[in-house]
């Protein structure tokens, strides 16, 4: 498990087990570039073509001051930033359940891409859970724009806080691109538990860019199935599970800090 402190050092098993991972992930360019980068001899970012594939619009970061995200809520909040194309068909092929049986949920969903990509696997129901009004619309035309392509019909865009939301009572495959910090995952982790309690049943969490977030799904009783570290560190992510009532673990006391936000 990562450190509480969050830390990202690697072994020399560690770091070849990320290099092996980039390369099947992105490739031998990019793998390249990603490596040059690291030591300090590039300075360009990985090449990423889902806009233009898709016709969407959801490049670009952008900052939590420049959004619209109320302002009570922005203490907890993390910049927008989309999943990298290739990281994000890498989860998407490897997550389990069965599509048909399983609601596809996007905590922080942002503008949309998660949601796009998403809708080509048949899922029961594909649901966006946001807070910026703006990048829900966002996300509603970008969905919009793409279903064409889609098998899952209904995808769903909600304008509200991921601590309000109820989760349905079915198979469930939770994506989180670390949108929050970790208060805010505590509130919707007790909240999920509750529902489980009520109606125990398959719950995946895949987790990118997890940092402490992976520290938190622990002592909420999660089990992780998987990590794929890569090169950069923002792109690992990790495979969670739960079937029940989760049980809660001593909390050593460790805190989160986020760095990216998705969508």
């Known amino acids: 498990m990562t450190p509480p402190d969050g830390s990202t050092n690697r072994s020399v098993a560690g770091k070849l087990t990320a290099l092996r991972n980039h390369l099947r992930v992105f490739g031998l360019a990019e793998t390249t570039r990603a490596v040059l980068a690291h030591f300090g001899l590039s300075h360009r970012p990985a090449q990423d073509q889902f806009d233009s594939r898709h016709d969407v619009s959801t490049e670009g970061e952008i900052e939590v001051g420049d959004s619209d995200i109320p302002g009570p809520a922005r203490a907890h909040a993390i910049k927008y930033q989309p999943t990298h194309e ?31 990509a998403a809708a080509r696997e048949p899922y029961r129901k594909i649901v966006g859970v946001e807070l910026s009004a703006a990048y829900c619309e966002d996300a509603r035309q970008n969905v919009a724009g793409a279903a064409a392509d889609a098998r899952c019909r209904d ?33 919707v982790l007790e909240r999920l538990k509750v529902s489980l309690a009520r109606s125990p049943r398959d719950v995946w969490v895949a987790y990118c860019n997890p940092g402490l977030g992976q520290h938190v799904l622990d002592q909420a009783g999660f089990v992780r199935l998987s ?37």
């Open 155 to 187: 995808v769903e865009v909600l304008c509200v806080d991921v601590r309000e939301y109820d989760f349905p009572e079915t198979p469930l495959i939770l994506y989180l691109f670390n949108p929050f910090e970790a208060p805010v995952l505590e509130s």
């Open 227 to 263: 990590e794929t570290p890569v090169i950069v560190p923002e792109w690992t992510w990790s495979l969670w599970h739960a079937s029940g009532p989760a049980r809660s673990r001593p909390s050593d006391g460790g805190q989160e800090r986020g760095r990216d936000r998705a969508g």
């Open 86 to 116: 290739k990281v994000l068909a890498d989860v998407l092929a490897r997550l389990p359940g069965v599509r048909e049986e399983t609601v596809f949920v996007d905590l922080g969903s942002g503008k949309g891409r998660v949601l796009v």
